[in-house]
């Protein structure tokens, strides 16, 4: 049994995404239709991927180690004791 594999692409940071079977030309894709489902899983991946890359420039950047270390003890007083961050009242 051969099982279709399919590239997924977005040329505007995944705005517009468009699918394609593996290994075929890049001319042959075609769009998904957008949802907002969508929208909001590529904000969480746009700032997983933001998120990762600061962590691992500020490795060897001194001011961005710095600036994160605030941060992360700003986001470790606000947030809620099970660990949330939803506003409480």
């Not at 590239?7 to 940071?13: F, N, T, V």
């Amino acid at each position: 049994m051969s099982t279709k594999k399919y590239i997924y692409e977005s040329p505007d940071g995944g705005e517009t995404v468009y699918a394609r079977l593996s290994g075929e030309d890049s001319t042959k894709r075609w769009k998904l239709p957008d949802t907002p489902y969508q929208s909001e899983q590529t904000r969480l991946h746009n700032e997983r991927v933001l998120a990762l890359g600061m962590v691992k420039l500020a490795r060897s950047n001194e001011s961005l180690r710095e600036a994160l270390d605030h941060a992360i003890m700003i986001y470790n007083l606000i947030k809620n004791e099970d660990g949330s961050t939803e506003h409480t009242k």
